[in-house]
């Protein structure tokens, strides 16, 4: 299958790199200095369990998506708009569209500006950028997809790329939770700049963590949403399978670059505003990071 990455960083070079690996053509759409080091050496994919230089294309133009079967959006949130504006004169008729990016409402704003089915995933995974084309993967990568008459092939396709995929017919709860745990971690990763696993052992830690996840599963409920499981099991689950890592916020920061956290925390605190929620933790993480970000 001919597969693009829109949006080649540390989650579309993980999965591109995966799914590249495994025999499919794929073509990464990205920033100048990593496609200029993958089209020189390949993708290096450095994993838990192997390192790798894989084939890839590689290009900034949204062209590169102009032959492929399945597209993976793989941009910020911050960019969703202009990322589906790049991508719509390009896309062939039938092709598959999936949104693999933060955040609850990517696939159907993805939807409006592209007028066609998205289908939305939930990325379970801890990657980074360690240098120009070379992605660091630090743990998990399991995907959950929402229903679509093309589930059982995305699953096939990626289960044989080593990547598992569930379906959930409740993927609105699926992305809520994954908004939970970004919301407990993104932030207060990026202020203190320690990985999860430290971060969530330090001194009164564990009640503002129980806040966060209050808010916002009061925050979903107002918004009709039943979040699976318990939302803090698997907060104290990403520090337990995710020790070293640092959130995307924390990566972004430090890099200079905006966050995504209007689409997290913000979103929260937005949606819980329109609703009458209170969200005073979740406000307060919200206007930290945006004001680290304004230096």
């Known amino acids: 299958m001919i597969i693009a990455v829109m949006g080649a960083g540390a989650v579309g070079c993980y999965y591109g790199g995966m799914l590249a690996r495994a025999g499919n053509e794929v073509v990464l759409i990205g920033r100048p200095r990593h496609v200029e080091a993958m089209r020189r050496d390949g993708l290096f994919l450095d994993t838990q369990s192997f390192q790798a230089h894989v084939p890839v294309e590689a290009t900034v133009d949204a062209s590169g998506a102009r032959a492929a079967r399945l597209v993976l959006c793989c941009v910020k949130a911050t960019d969703t708009e202009a990322a589906a504006a790049e991508l719509a004169p390009h896309l062939a ?3 598959l569209v999936m949104s693999l990016q933060n955040g609850v409402d990517n696939a159907e704003r993805l939807q409006r500006a592209l007028g066609r089915e998205v289908i939305p995933a939930v990325v ?6 360690a240098g120009p ?3 660091k993967h630090h743990g998990r990568g399991e995907l959950v997809i929402g229903p679509a008459a093309a589930a059982d092939e995305l699953v096939r396709l990626f289960a044989d790329a080593g990547v598992p995929v569930q379906i959930s017919a409740n993927v609105a709860g699926a992305l809520w939770a994954k908004l939970i745990v970004n ?3 993104n932030a207060l990763s990026a202020i203190t700049r320690v990985p999860y696993g430290r971060m969530i052992q330090g001194p009164g830690m564990e009640a503002v963590l129980r806040d966060v996840v209050r808010e916002c599963r009061a925050v979903a409920e107002a918004e009709g949403v039943t979040v699976p499981g318990d939302p803090w099991e698997a907060v104290l689950r990403i520090a337990q399978t995710m020790p070293e890592q640092l959130s995307s916020t924390a990566q972004d920061l430090a890099r200079g670059k ?13 949606r819980g505003e329109a609703l009458g929620i209170p969200t005073p933790v979740n406000r307060v993480l919200y206007a930290a990071v945006k004001l680290l970000e304004s230096r």
Request: glycine share 8%; with cysteine; proline share 7%.
């Open 133 to 135: 084309g070379w992605v």
């Open 124 to 129: 379970y995974v801890a990657t980074e950028m």
């Open 93 to 95: 008729p039938d092709a």
């Open 183 to 185: 919301c407990a971690y």
């Open 258 to 270: 905006p966050s995504e956290i209007d689409h997290l925390n913000g979103h929260v605190c937005a």
